[in-house]
């Protein structure tokens, strides 16, 4: 019952009831049911419902909603039929609303709030009932925060130390904290011991929320170096319960030193390499550093000493190799003096020697040539030999069991240390093979308004081969260029006539000769109109400011001048001689008109031609008589009259 306990009032009650009970007809009842507890949140609405069972029907009804302080009771709604009555002037005047089925809302529920409300319902000749509910009221806490003591901590102490506190602001009810290391929850202890506890303290804020800070007192060890400390805060909030979690944090810890480790930097060390010792120990403690090496197998050598951690040996050379380390002070480790130290080997290779020396000049058809190749070095080393980017041995030696003129070239040996790729030497020698020459000539027909033939032949041959090219008997000039001293390139270019050429070269030392016959016609080669004749199909390249076709052309054009003008200066000294002849009476005048230099008949013009054999077209030059006379017009030199010598 909501009704609050005044004394005397509980019997007249009783009175009331049983006089009711007694008088025939009024017999009745009002059953009224509310949740006996409702979880709100602060901020947020909550309702309360109320649901009345009236055992007979009855159309005067009625509903009252109280809120309950200790004792006493206060109305807040009252309802009868279409009237509705929200009380002035209590904590809930305009935040509350009763809907048709008697249910109470709370808007923006606060933590005042938390208290008993009641629900009565009266149904007239039936009489009435009351059903109480209890409001508990929840606030969420502000996510936790975690302030590390920021302490160097040593693992030497023998009490627990603040490690942090985690603060937790606004909750309510009074939130737990938990801590935590690495995910593993620690046992939750406030008797202080020399192991690990906690220190808590609740606040209540005036608002009536809560502030809860909880201080971690531990005692480390070396192994919490890397371990992770945070706090979680638990709270209860509708419909359970809920938790969050603050940053983590890591703890400053000092310890001592246990283990030395030495290393060196590169791993694998070569001459005129930049070495780094290194020297680390696993203690947190400033230590100090003794970097040495052993000589003789006993006596140290100090290279340096100091706080850091490193020292750096500038382009070590063979004889540095042997035995070097460290040594490493902690002050926090009882004086114990921690040594490290490993033997460091200096890889080296020294130049490589031939067998024999050279220089390698063999003669084609000798047997059982060979060339060793070999370097000293610290450890085993693997030779090859190349030609032309080609191994042609995967040993020491490089054996020629029959030399050939193929065998002639560049030869490079290179010799390496397998566990020191970075560490190898390389030596390129010369292979020459004295012989006579060979040839392998090619023809190309090339056609720039006439037709040309382009020969380029390839002699091969120690010493060098000299080479000559023929048509017939008439010695030509070709270009020469030498690629190596025993490979030569020729090349000749021609006019092609339509009877065709046959072209003759010659190699030649003192080891013998070869020849070569070329015989070519327009019809049996391919032609090419593809610019001024140059030499494209050479197997070698012929590289080098030269344009074939050009040159020839201009060679043909300035031996045709040079006959012309011979041919001038020949008619000029004939015509000359029969002027002379003419003047003395030798020759005597006739009438005919153009006729042949060998005839014996005089004539007055003289017709000499001349023909080129190089060039196609004829040259004709007419020479006049030099006597000052004029050439008769056509229709007169029947009637010309030879002058009488005198």
């Given at each position: 019952m909501c009704s609050a306990s005044i004394p005397g009032r509980g019997s007249l009650c009783f009175t009331l009831l049983v006089l009711t009970l007694t008088i025939p007809g009024i017999i009745g009842s009002v059953q009224v049911s509310t949740p006996p507890v409702v979880e709100a949140e602060i901020g947020k609405p909550i309702s309360i419902p109320c649901v009345p069972e009236i055992s007979t029907p009855s159309t005067m009804k009625y509903v009252q909603w109280f809120v309950?302080?200790?004792?006493?009771?206060?109305?807040?709604?009252?309802?009868?039929?279409?009237?509705?009555?929200?009380?002035?002037?209590?904590?809930?005047?305009?935040r509350i609303n009763v809907d048709k089925s008697y249910t109470l809302t709370i808007d923006n529920v606060e933590l005042r709030d938390e208290r008993t409300f009641c629900c009565q319902v009266g149904a007239g000749p039936a009489g009435n009932g009351e059903a109480t509910t209890e409001l508990k009221v929840y606030g969420a806490p502000e996510r936790p925060e975690i302030r590390p003591s920021n302490n160097l901590i040593s693992v030497m102490k023998t009490e627990p130390s603040k490690i942090a506190t985690c603060h937790t602001r606004n909750g309510y009810p009074a939130p737990n904290i938990t801590w935590y290391k690495d995910r593993t929850p620690l046992q939750a202890t406030t008797k202080i011991n020399n192991k690990m506890y906690m220190i808590s303290q609740a606040t209540k804020e005036p608002s009536g929320l809560y502030t809860i800070a909880s201080t971690l007192y531990y005692l480390p060890e070396k192994k919490d170096k890397d371990s992770k400390f945070y706090c979680e805060v638990n709270y209860r909030m509708p419909p359970g319960l809920d938790k969050m979690e603050s940053n983590w944090i890591k703890i400053q810890i000092s310890y001592p030193t246990e283990n030395v480790e030495f290393q060196h930097r590169p791993n694998v060390l070569k001459e005129t390499d930049n070495v780094i010792l290194e020297c680390n120990s696993d203690g947190s403690s400033s230590v100090e550093y003794t970097f040495y090496r052993v000589q003789d197998g006993q006596e140290e050598e100090i290279l340096g000493s100091g706080t850091g951690n490193t020292f750096e040996l500038v382009g070590v050379k063979r004889n540095e190799s042997g035995v070097y380390g460290c040594r490493v002070l902690d002050f926090d480790a009882d004086d114990t003096d921690f040594n490290a130290n490993k033997t460091i080997t200096i890889n080296y290779l020294d130049p490589i020697a031939l067998k024999p020396k050279g220089p390698y000049i063999f003669k084609e058809g000798d047997k059982n040539k060979s060339i060793y190749c070999s370097a000293e070095g610290s450890?085993?080393?693997?030779?090859?030999w190349k030609k032309h980017k080609k191994i042609v041995s995967s040993a020491n030696l490089l054996q020629l069991p029959v030399v050939t003129?193929?065998?002639s070239g560049n030869y490079t040996c290179e010799v390496t240390i397998r566990g020191v790729p970075s560490l190898h030497r390389k030596k390129s020698i010369r292979v020459t093979v004295k012989g006579p020459p060979k040839v392998n000539c090619t023809e190309k027909i090339l056609h720039e308004g006439q037709h040309y033939v382009n020969l380029t032949c390839i002699f091969k041959g120690y010493p060098t081969p000299n080479i000559t090219c023929s048509i017939g008997k008439e010695a030509q000039a070709i270009r020469k260029r030498q690629l190596t001293n025993h490979i030569v390139i020729s090349e000749l270019i021609l006019p092609l006539p339509a009877e065709g050429l046959n072209v003759t070269c010659n190699g030649s030392n003192e080891h013998g000769s070869k020849t070569h016959n070329s015989v070519v016609h327009r019809e049996s080669m391919a032609i090419s109109t593809k610019g001024p004749p140059i030499a494209e199909s050479m197997a070698v390249s012929t590289k080098g400011p030269h344009i074939a076709g050009?040159?020839?052309?201009?060679?043909?054009?300035?031996?045709?001048?040079?006959?012309i003008i011979v041919c001038i200066i020949l008619l000029a000294f004939l015509g000359a001689v029969l002027y002379f002849l003419y003047k003395k009476g030798k020759i005597p005048c006739g009438r005919s008109g153009k006729q042949d230099i060998t005839r014996t008949d005089g004539q007055d013009d003289v017709v000499v031609e001349v023909k080129n054999d190089q060039k196609a077209p004829e040259e004709t030059v007419l020479l006049q008589g030099v006597n000052g006379e004029k050439k008769l017009p056509t229709d007169q030199r029947d009637e010309a009259i030879c002058k009488p010598v005198e």
């Open positions: 309950m302080e200790k004792n006493t009771r206060q109305r807040i709604y009252f309802q009868d039929g279409e009237n509705r009555i929200i009380n002035n002037n209590t904590d809930y005047t305009g450890q085993q080393t693997s030779v090859i003129s193929d065998d050009k040159t020839q052309r201009g060679s043909s054009g300035g031996m045709l001048i040079v006959v």
